[in-house]
């Protein structure tokens, strides 16, 4: 699981975790539960599950393309 932390107030997050599964059925299993009414966070906080699109490694040649002041492709 990765946490994601909220860069503006310290020692916070930002609402939302990536989980990673050894199996898509594992996954799958995981997505359906949490998909359910009575699964929630907090007070009265319902869960929001999706699938995140898999990293893609873009390679050292699309890297050298991008531009180290603004992040932005050149």
Not at 3 to 9: H, I, K, M, Y
Request: glycine share 6%.
């Amino acid at each position: 699981m990765t946490l994601v932390e909220d860069t503006n107030d310290e020692g916070k997050n930002r609402g939302f975790a990536f989980l990673e599964f050894s199996s898509r059925a594992d996954a799958m299993d995981a997505f359906k539960r949490l998909q359910k009414r009575d699964v929630v966070f907090g007070v009265d906080k319902a869960a929001k599950v999706s699938f995140a699109d898999s990293f893609i490694d873009p390679g050292d040649e699309i890297m050298a393309q991008v531009c180290p002041k603004s992040n932005s492709l050149v």
